[in-house]
Structure formats: structure tokens, C-alpha cells
């Protein structure tokens, strides 16, 4: 079966691109000084509470972004997503601390943070929460030359 009404989605899908990269909607994940080297993820957790606090329940798609030492430029590095009810969880696997059986980035932002760099996130919340597998493949699909944290979701070309 086709689905007839693509210029719709297509659409759908490029209001989620801009909501997604835009910076007024990029979040920075604040790292204290003495808390990365040992990693402390509790003191990490703590200083990013309303952080995580308000992606919880309105994240299903969210976007990782880095930027070196010094520097105010961030490229995106990671696109996923997950069910809203999960998010918070999700996004603190990739950020903070994680699962051994999880996919998460975590050690990538453990090297690029003790390598003085900063994290930015964003998020958009897809309804109906089904869509936002589609959102997020379509949106590695555009991005997969910046992507280099992204495995999943990379079509063969």
C-alpha cells in the first residue's frame, strides 16, 4: 500500500528538523568542575535536575550536540529517541549514567567532557507517539554525515 498524503508527512517531518536543531530549543547539560574526574554521576544527576525534570513526559525525540574546548559552535552528533514515559531515563543512560546493556553514548560524553568540551540536548515531542520512529530515522536520514554517534537508523546508500 502507498501512502498518498507524503507531502504532508514530508512537511510534518521538516517542522520536526527545525524544532529539533534549532538553538533556542538547545539545552546545555551543565558537567561541575570535580565531578568527571572520577565520573559522579550523582553530583551530575543533582545539578541537572529541572534539566531532567523537564523532559520528562514531553520528550520522544531528542538530539545530542557537542562543542570542543572554547567553543560556542555545536554539531550534532546523536538523534533518538524514545517513548515520553522513558525519556528521562533515556536521555540520563546517554548523558549521566547507564545500564551495562544499553546502547547509550555515555562513554563519548565521558571522553569529549574530561576533553573540556560541553553537551547541549533537544527535544520535541511527536504525537501520535507511534510517528516518532519515523521522525527519528527520517531525521538520521538527513543528518548521517554529522551523526558519528548514531549506528542505528544509518540506510545503506
Request: hydrophobic content about 30%; overall charge positive.
Amino acid at each position: 500500500m502507498e501512502y498518498i498524503e507524503l507531502s504532508s508527512l514530508k512537511g510534518f517531518l521538516g517542522e520536526c528538523d527545525k524544532a529539533i536543531l534549532d538553538d533556542i530549543n538547545k539545552e546545555k547539560v551543565t558537567y561541575p568542575k570535580g565531578s568527571f574526574t572520577p565520573w559522579n554521576s550523582k553530583k551530575i544527576k543533582e545539578t541537572n535536575k529541572k534539566l531532567l525534570k523537564n523532559i520528562s513526559g514531553t520528550a520522544n525525540v531528542y538530539a545530542i550536540f557537542i562543542a570542543d574546548k572554547g567553543s560556542n559552535e555545536y554539531q550534532l552528533k546523536y538523534i533518538g529517541q524514545s517513548n515520553s514515559k522513558g525519556a528521562r531515563t533515556r536521555l540520563t543512560n546517554h548523558l549521566i549514567k547507564k545500564g551495562e546493556k544499553t546502547g547509550a553514548k555515555l562513554s563519548k560524553v565521558i571522553d569529549h567532557i574530561q576533553a573540556d568540551g560541553s553537551i547541549k540536548i533537544s527535544w520535541i515531542s511527536i504525537t501520535p507517539e507511534s510517528l516518532r520512529h519515523y521522525v527519528e530515522e527520517e531525521l538520521i536520514q538527513r543528518h548521517k554525515k554529522t551523526l558519528d554517534w548514531n549506528n542505528h537508523g544509518k540506510k545503506k546508500t
